[in-house]
């Protein structure tokens, strides 16, 4: 499987937007289903955004719909998570996950990054 890396955490106000990225050790990031997901302190992981290795379906966890945009640049090996209208408790460290040819509906990912830190203040 691929190594993920994450990138683009950091502090921000409440209301504001932040985006993070995820990139791969392959050239071929194309054909990898992606997914963030998040854990705060004391809490289980908890899913926020795929993106089907199509590029073409994504699907989202309840609390971030509407305020949360995944996407992907193949040519670039990347896949973004645009955050909007942040809240305090989207406090989390926020983990890219990616399985080759991985079914959107699917919450197990065989690689995972290392994490990038979002914190919201109030």
Do not use: H
């Not at 590029?55 to 996407?71: E, H, L, N, P, Q």
Request: contains cysteine; aromatic residues 12%; glycine residues 12%.
């Amino acid at each position: 499987q691929v190594q993920v890396t994450e990138s683009g955490g950091g502090l921000v106000q409440t209301g504001g937007s932040q985006r993070v990225s995820c990139t791969a050790s392959t050239i071929n990031f194309g054909i990898y289903t992606v997914a963030w997901f998040r854990q705060a302190p004391g809490t289980e992981r908890e899913f926020v955004a795929a993106i089907s290795w199509k590029g073409g379906a994504t699907r989202y966890g309840d609390s971030v719909k509407g305020r949360f945009t995944i996407s992907r640049d193949n040519p670039k090996n990347l896949v973004y998570l645009q955050m909007n209208s942040l809240k305090v408790e989207d406090t989390a460290i926020y983990y890219c996950a990616a399985t080759r040819y991985g079914s959107l509906n699917s919450l197990t990912y065989l690689s995972w990054g290392q994490g990038t830190q979002v914190t919201v203040s109030s």
